[in-house]
């Protein structure tokens, strides 16, 4: 009987043993609100503002960016902002709607990566045709020590496409100025 009696007192041991060693070791997690959040936050408005100096300071110096483009050829930060100029000298004004149109989150992955996403309303106007275009924009980025080292950005460019064929064809047909054609309708 006292064979049986060790075995009685070790298996609650054993059992306890086993419940703590099964516990769910994975770091996934998820937040609303982290300095990794506002970082991008910042980093929206500094884009609006054009504060080209300090958008770049929130990227590594070495920073992959696949902006409507699959994980190959990525572009550099120095890049990006060249291309955002580019984008940005055709609008009389532009910028994110307002915070309530705007979606801002970040994971950390099972393997511990910190990712922060934003959804969120560009909107702007082209200098030339006085066109109004909305465009979603999703921005996803992997973080670093505190700093955006890959980001993928993705929006609709269809706008800015419109925008050159509105542009040529007025130029073409020489339509004068109080002619307005929205390549939008």
Request: hydrophobic share 35%.
């Amino acid at each position: 009987m006292i064979p049986n009696m060790k075995k009685l007192i070790a298996f609650p041991f054993i059992l306890l043993l086993l419940l703590t060693s099964c516990k769910d070791t994975s770091k996934n997690y998820f937040t609303e609100a982290s300095p990794e959040i506002e970082t991008m936050r910042q980093m929206i408005k500094d884009y609006e503002a054009g504060n080209w100096e300090s958008y770049m300071s929130h990227y590594v110096e070495d920073a992959k960016m696949y902006h409507n483009r699959v994980n190959s050829n990525p572009r550099s930060i120095q890049e990006a902002v060249e291309e955002h100029k580019n984008v940005l000298s055709q609008m009389r004004s532009y910028g994110y709607s307002t915070t309530e149109n705007q979606t801002v989150e970040m994971i950390i992955d099972s393997k511990g990566t910190t990712w922060v996403s934003f959804w969120g309303v560009w909107t702007g106007t082209f200098a030339k045709s006085e066109n109004t275009a909305e465009i979603i924009v999703h921005i996803t980025s992997r973080f670093v020590d505190g700093k955006i080292d890959q980001e993928h950005m993705y929006w609709d460019s269809a706008p800015f496409v419109l925008e050159r064929i509105w542009v040529e064809n007025k130029i073409e047909n020489k339509l004068t100025d109080g002619e307005k054609i929205n390549p939008a309708q």
